[in-house]
């Protein structure tokens, strides 16, 4: 993915290795943990949100030690709530690997989650960005935790469209945010670009959302790293579903059908199969597509309004490569 | 616990207000989890932890409003790593009350505690403790997450009283470690007098766990709020089935039958009391309550060490209250 981008990628590759000092530490002690928490941070995350510091810091003045441990924060605290939601969401393989819930168990998946949110808290301390962003990646943190939460309480039910919009912008979008607002004060930007950083990520993260669902009714294993119909079949209303269903009561009765055996139990393989087929047959995916391409389009309106500078420059080819292909 | 120190409990009426303005915010998007927050922060815990930042803050200069924030940070860690704690030990009460766990099941204890640590954050970011000692609670809840999954991995197995000693100072006795020499430093004592109060907090914290292993051998629910042999079901070895297996080769082949069929299945509510009944009959709560005895001495003499002030004469009573009537 940054191999377009070289100096980005330069940047990454330091990323890695101050990310990973996190775990070297106290082995004796930790090594458990520390060994469980070094595999889920190798197994091929794309580092999208530090990049996106990273980037955006770069539409100002660019100061590595400063950004490095921020951008490292992020992403430990972001891989944080990754394992503490393939246990809301049962999922039995991310990035092509068995889940830590899948390998180890309820009980080491909570547990190696706090221990990577600590590590990410450990990584803040060690910088000094200011109190406000400190708080503003805490509140991200807890516009995860309620979007999962909202998520979870409302498997099996139909959302509106702003029901969904609310929760994915909680769930996904409030970290690319933040991620952005804090690379660009970092950056020494002024208060107005840092928050038109932070709509440009927020934009960002409702896209990167959508295409997540896209890809849940598209791809395979193989692609994405998870099982097809994942969502589905654990009750989660993906906008392909929702769009479809809009103005086609039979899809909307089919969803009815597949979310009443979710709960408790899981819905069938046979029910979800068809289910993506009616979604299908709705033009759930073309129209996905387009709402798809409205988000993207204004990410994008954001980036234009911030300083001409090789962080722009990246930040589109991020945005660009993020979704080209997915969008109408 | 708090009426033989009307000083204190004044500034702990104080606090209970502070902590709970944290959930109050955002009420319409929130709601759901701040009021399970707000139902376990409610069910009655001591509030030790933040008594003891207080009143090592009177160890020296105390200034409320600075103190207060701490508390509640250093509470609300307690708090999130007790409703993690809930998914791992399969409790059922806690304070006489369903945990969040049996009343909500897994995915909301997961969310729950995480909220719960972001609000503490939160709190945190609102004072402006100096960067090493937010350095020093992160480590103490990497130190209760190391200290869980260790003795969760051990469940089943004898452990050496000095691994248990390990494990007890990782999963109980750095907060109470922390809360102490975090008060300490905000009470303006020196670097010294700050070490002295982490390291009666610490013994107070080892203490307070030998305590509690006592309770899960002799008390009922209506004392404790948890079921009594409640740790030993779920395979976690106490220090007096450690003591009294010592020397006693029939309590360790019991042990093992027991814990034999723990992992994944639970031991039998009549093989948890055999043990128990073995373990009174050499003597384990004898020999645990000698051991006791001795950390409470040693925290006392590091007591000792501190101040002479309305400050330490309280630790002096919650040290003598909290163990008076369980040592040798």
Redesign the interface.
């Known amino acids: 993915m940054w191999d377009n981008l070289p100096a980005l990628k330069a940047e990454l590759d330091a990323f890695e290795q101050v990310m990973l000092e996190q775990f070297r530490s106290h082995r004796n ?2 090594a ?2 520390d060994d469980l928490s070094r595999d889920i941070i190798l197994s091929g995350g794309k580092r999208l949100r530090p990049a996106m510091t990273i980037a955006s810091a770069m539409l100002g003045q660019y100061e590595r030690d400063k950004v490095l441990g921020s951008a490292v924060s992020i992403e430990l605290l972001h891989t944080a ?1 990754l394992v ?1 939601d393939d ?2 969401d049962n999922s039995p393989l991310r990035r092509n690997k068995p889940t830590v819930y899948a390998r180890e168990g ?3 998946a ?2 190696t ?3 990577l ?3 990410s ?2 990584a803040l ?2 910088t ?1 960005i200011p ?1 406000e962003h ?2 503003r990646l ?2 991200a ?2 516009a995860v ?2 979007g ?2 909202e998520q ?2 409302g498997r099996g039910r139909m959302p509106s469209f702003k029901t969904y919009l609310s929760r994915i912008s ?1 769930k996904t979008a409030a970290l690319f945010a933040a991620s952005c607002a804090l690379g660009a004060h970092l950056g020494g930007l002024t208060d107005e670009q840092v928050k038109t950083a932070g709509r440009f990520g927020s934009y960002y993260g409702i896209a990167f959302q959508i295409k997540d669902d896209l890809l849940d009714m598209l791809e395979s294993t193989a692609k994405t790293g998870k099982p097809a119909g994942n969502d589905l079949k654990e009750g989660v209303v993906t906008l392909p579903v929702i769009l479809a269903a809009g103005d086609d009561p039979r899809v909307l009765a089919k969803l009815d059908a597949v979310m009443s055996s979710v709960g408790g139990k899981k819905a069938s393989k046979r029910d979800v199969l068809a289910l993506m087929k009616m979604v299908k047959e709705a033009q759930g995916i073309e129209r996905t597509q387009e709402v798809l391409t409205k988000y993207v389009a204004l990410a994008g309106r954001f980036l234009d309004k911030l300083p001409d500078t090789p962080g722009r420059d990246m930040l589109r080819t991020i945005l660009d490569t993020s979704f080209s292909g997915y969008t109408a």
């Open positions: 002690i930790n458990y943990l709530t503490h246990i809301i309820v009980v080491t909570v547990f989650g706090d221990y949110l600590v590590k808290l450990l301390a060690a000094d109190q400190m708080v805490a509140q943190v807890e935790c309620v999962e939460v979870y309480h909680r």
